[in-house]
């Protein structure tokens, strides 16, 4: 089976690991502010927060930002549950807005007439959560336009786009948002097994997201409420958790950014050949939004039912049982049995839906060999009988 997405771990990789191993610090090491460091440096951003997943980032980044019971959080529905859970997380409630038929991602305008009625009935996000869906930035001049208009936060849910490109900056820089999240699970474009970061440019949401990630609990005299009792002394500030990233994992991403704008320009590379190859199918390619750079973490078709006499489902079985693992990247969250418990309703965001009903993502990682990448347009080709 040639998979959907797959990680590259080289010798300096295992290396790297090893020596973590055989040194004094298997946690709360230096590879942590290491690996940090090395996230700031690529994206131009003030401060890195690592953790042990995206989804924690998410939550630290919810609460940094105070939301809680009464607030409201929105998203989009073409996502990972990780963007709209966070939000539960806090005791807020969720809601989504549409995505834009072209690019995937939340439409801009949708947002606009959503925050319209939501002036008028009283109940304004206080966060939302754009997500780079396959590594193409949304248009973040205009949801940051309406942030400033309306009054909310931006968390971008970055986990498909580290090494794209926004306007010629990198992803990531927090330009148009106050906290970018980044994923580092293994199908991500670098991982560190699990892992995630939380970035921003705001020194007082670093700190507050920083004493989440570990219980509250400061030794940093001077964010305590009352004097030290000794050099033993800690202090819980805050409600927190425990979200550290491990030093093995850290090694791991400091070694794998090194390789980052290699990972992304093998995946360009594949992304033009399969815009080649497919440019007759009965199917839509994907769409760049001018003034972007992708991380193409996802390399999504969509199906023109018309033309085609299977179904979305028979194309994508028989994809599967012969050799091609593709996946379907996502279902919309408000369409999963816990959001509809919600009151979530099939029907509430229709471009969303239509998407759901079409797309296929085809195999796309770095390694790919041009032969698994003929491999599968020859079975596209066939399975859509078109030869
Ligand atoms: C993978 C992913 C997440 C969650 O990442 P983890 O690191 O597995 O917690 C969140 N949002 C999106 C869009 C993702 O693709």
């Not at 336009?145 to 820089?173: C, T």
């Not at 939004?289 to 979305?312: A, F, N």
Request: hydrophobic residues 40%; proline residues 4%.
């Amino acid at each position: 089976m040639i998979p959907y997405g797959k990680q590259e771990i080289i010798q300096q990789d295992v290396d790297s690991v090893i020596s973590v191993l055989q040194s004094d610090f298997l946690t709360q090491g230096p590879q942590v502010p290491a690996f940090e460091k090395s996230l700031t440096d690529h994206t131009g951003a003030e401060h890195a927060i690592a953790v042990n997943s995206a989804t924690s980032a998410l939550h630290i980044a919810c609460l940094a930002l105070g939301l809680s019971e009464g607030d409201w959080l929105w998203t989009t529905p073409i996502t990972f549950v990780a963007s709209a859970n966070c939000g539960l997380y806090c005791g807020a409630r969720v809601d989504f807005v549409d995505i834009d038929p072209k690019t995937y991602n939340m439409c801009a305008v949708a947002l606009e007439a959503k925050l319209k009625l939501a002036q008028q009935n009283n109940c304004l996000p206080k966060v939302v959560v754009p997500v780079h869906l396959c590594g193409q930035p949304c248009d973040m001049k205009a949801i940051r336009g309406l942030a400033e208009q309306y009054g909310f936060a931006i968390i971008e849910d970055a986990s498909h786009a580290i090494g794209g490109r926004y306007e010629g900056d990198p992803v990531g820089n927090c330009k148009y948002s106050d906290i970018t999240v980044f994923s580092f699970h293994p199908v991500k474009i670098v991982t560190t097994a699990e892992g995630g970061a939380a970035l921003t440019n705001s020194a007082e949401l670093a700190q507050k997201m920083d004493l989440l990630r570990s219980h509250g609990v400061t030794r940093d005299e001077s964010l305590m409420t009352i004097e030290s009792h000794g050099g033993w002394y800690y202090q819980q500030v805050e409600l927190g958790y425990n979200y550290r990233m491990t030093e093995l994992q850290a090694a791991l991403g400091v070694s794998q950014m090194t390789r980052l704008d290699d990972f992304v320009e093998a995946r360009h590379r594949l992304a033009k050949r399969y815009n080649q190859l497919l440019a007759e199918l009965p199917v839509t390619l994907p769409y760049q939004l001018p003034g972007t750079y992708s991380g193409l973490h996802l390399y999504v078709i969509r199906l023109d039912l018309d033309k085609i006499t299977k179904t979305h489902r028979e194309v994508f079985d028989s994809l599967r049982q012969n050799g091609i693992g593709v996946n379907l990247h996502y279902i919309p969250v408000h369409t999963q049995p816990y959001y509809q418990e919600m009151g979530f309703k099939l029907g509430d965001y229709p471009h969303a839906e239509h998407y759901y009903r079409e797309a296929i993502s085809l195999p796309m990682f770095h390694l790919m060999t041009e032969q698994q990448q003929d491999e599968v347009v020859r079975v596209l080709r066939h399975v859509l009988e078109v030869e």
